[in-house]
């Protein structure tokens, strides 16, 4: 018995439909798992010295070794394609980045999802700046970075300057600012108040799609 046309085309619409709901709701669920968390349980103490870390980067999927110091400033940011917030965080960075006020430290984007999540964000998808993948717990640990976004201004010298959550593009100059600070300088934390849009970090799962 053949099955007529329009119940053949009226079946993949319904499942195309379905699809295009799961993935709304995943999209959701870093709201309904979200936890107001105070800005100082997240990132390392600011004045410590950074940890060093393996990760995968993204492009290509070379395995490549992160160590602070030796004269080059670095903006870390904990992120997920799976957070919106992330993507917020995302957008505002490389618009800082394009706008040239980035310029004369590194910018490096971490994520614990696998590669292949990058399909659910276009601005995950079409971010040119530089994307890693964290390869062990350890780095998370280190950096205490258990929920996203989380940005990590580390100077030249390998000494966090501040850390905590951040959106705004506003916020990522301060890290900025932050991030060339001088050894003899104060240091201080970004303010940052409490986030009800906050998505846990995953357990980063090696060589896992």
């Known amino acids: 018995m053949r099955i007529p046309l329009?119940?053949?085309?009226?079946?993949?619409?319904?499942?195309?439909?379905?699809?295009?709901?799961?993935?709304?709701?995943?999209?959701?669920?870093?709201?309904?798992?979200?936890t107001r968390r105070p800005a100082g349980e997240l990132g390392p103490p600011v004045g410590s010295s950074a940890a060093g870390f393996d990760y995968m980067r993204v492009s290509d999927g070379a395995l490549q070794r992160f160590e602070p110091g030796g004269g080059m400033p670095v903006l870390l940011a904990f992120v997920e394609p799976s957070c919106q917030a992330c993507e917020k965080l995302v957008a505002a960075v490389g618009a800082v980045a394009r706008a040239g006020d980035l310029s004369g430290l590194r910018v490096l984007l971490l994520m614990s999802d696998p590669p292949s999540y990058l399909q659910i964000s276009e601005v995950f998808r079409s971010c040119s700046l530089e994307i890693g993948r964290i390869t062990t717990r350890a780095t998370v640990v280190a950096y205490k970075a258990t929920a996203t976004p989380l940005?990590?201004?580390?100077?030249?010298?390998?000494?966090?300057?501040?850390?905590?959550?951040?959106?705004?593009?506003?916020?990522?100059?301060?890290?900025?600012?932050?991030?060339?600070?001088?050894?003899?300088?104060?240091?201080?934390?970004?303010?940052?108040?409490?986030?009800?849009?906050?998505?846990?970090?995953?357990?980063?799962?090696?060589g896992s799609e």
């Not at 119940?7 to 669920?29: G, K, P, T």
């Not at 301060?174 to 906050?198: H, I, K, M, N, S």
């Open 6 to 34: 329009f119940v053949a085309v009226a079946q993949w619409a319904l499942l195309l439909a379905l699809s295009l709901l799961v993935i709304v709701m995943y999209r959701q669920l870093g709201h309904a798992f979200s």
């Open 151 to 206: 940005l990590v201004a580390i100077d030249g010298q390998g000494f966090v300057r501040s850390a905590g959550p951040a959106i705004e593009a506003d916020e990522v100059r301060a890290f900025r600012q932050a991030c060339l600070l001088t050894p003899a300088a104060t240091l201080t934390v970004v303010p940052a108040g409490p986030r009800t849009d906050r998505h846990e970090a995953a357990d980063p799962v090696v």
